[in-house]
């Protein structure tokens, strides 16, 4: 069984990254610059935002962290995002969710504007995403992308389950798969049999968020594992799929923790790249 070793993968990823932004530096005498906003005190936020902040700096990127007290107006941020869009300095605007309860997470999707959104929430990038036209897409989706081609370049024909249908993670990651040439079932809470459905799968994609859900029966030989789920339990972090059952059974399987987390992170700074280049003319 491979091992998708996903801190390597985003390691190689990041120096591929830092050379690519020498040479914009060369080139257009500036770097790309992304900005996070982080409302409130949640810890996982507060870490999930320094990690992309040091992973930002080593990369050569200009990077800034705008931080709100949990009781800020809605009105501030979105004024903010105003003036970040017109900031020339600013290729990237990402705010941490979640948010509190009276700020409305829609709302501020919809203020940054589309050329800067670089998680790829924007309803303008989900529907550019879906026509298969140039977007920024969701960093989470995107790492796993890279992974699954990391094992199989050519994934024309090959049948893909998606479990769980979230706007962040199964819906982009069945568009990406798609334009692979993919035949992609995307499954659900209410799907009847998703045993059944997995045991068709050569690549699995689970996003669900219910620990050790994937059985090692449910995943033929040669298949791909992907798992994306962050679960916290009695016996630590644990993903979405059962490691130790589909080990024995999968042609690939990433690991949690060490697996799409760290791949995460760097597509968010290849997302800064990629929207920082789209307005050089
Ligand atoms: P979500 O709660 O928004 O969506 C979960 C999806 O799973 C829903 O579409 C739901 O229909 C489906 N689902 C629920 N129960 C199911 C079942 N029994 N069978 C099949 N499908 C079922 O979750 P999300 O935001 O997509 O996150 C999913 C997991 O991924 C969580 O554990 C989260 O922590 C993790 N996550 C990891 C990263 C990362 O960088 N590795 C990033 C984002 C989220």
């Not at 303008?124 to 370049?153: F, M, Q, R």
């Not at 045991?199 to 030989?221: C, F, M, Q, S, Y």
Request: aromatic residues 4%.
């Amino acid at each position: 069984m491979i091992l998708i070793d996903g801190k390597k993968a985003a390691a190689e990823l990041r120096q591929e990254l830092k050379h690519e932004v020498t040479g914009l530096k060369a080139k257009y005498n500036k770097v790309p610059g992304l900005t996070v906003i982080l409302i409130g005190d949640l810890t996982p936020s507060q870490i999930y935002v320094r990690n992309k902040e040091k992973s930002a700096n080593e990369v050569g990127l200009k990077s800034e962290v705008i931080k709100y007290p949990d009781s800020v107006e809605e009105k501030t941020v979105l004024e903010k995002i105003k003036e970040l869009n017109k900031d020339e300095t600013v290729s990237g605007i990402l705010v941490q969710l979640p948010l509190p309860k009276h700020i409305d997470k829609q709302k501020v999707i919809e203020t940054i504007l589309p050329s800067k959104d670089v998680d790829g929430f924007h309803p303008t990038n989900v529907g550019n995403l879906s026509s298969g036209y140039e977007s920024s897409v969701p960093c989470t989706p995107l790492g796993c992308y890279l992974l699954i081609k990391k094992v199989e370049p050519n994934l024309n024909g090959k049948k893909a389950v998606i479990v769980g249908r979230s706007n962040l993670n199964g819906k982009p990651m069945t568009q990406l798969l798609l334009k692979e040439n993919c035949t992609v079932t995307i499954t659900h809470s209410k799907t009847k049999d998703l045993k059944a459905e997995c045991l068709e799968a050569d690549i699995i994609v689970a996003a669900v968020g219910i620990p050790e859900l994937v059985k090692g029966d449910w995943v033929k030989k040669d298949t791909i594992v992907i798992d994306v789920g962050i679960n916290k339990t009695d016996k630590g972090i644990v993903g979405d799929v059962d490691f130790d059952e589909v080990s024995k059974n999968a042609k690939a399987l990433t690991p949690v923790p060490g697996g799409v987390g760290p791949m995460t992170i760097a597509c968010l700074l290849k997302n800064t790249i990629e929207c920082f280049k789209r307005t050089q003319i």
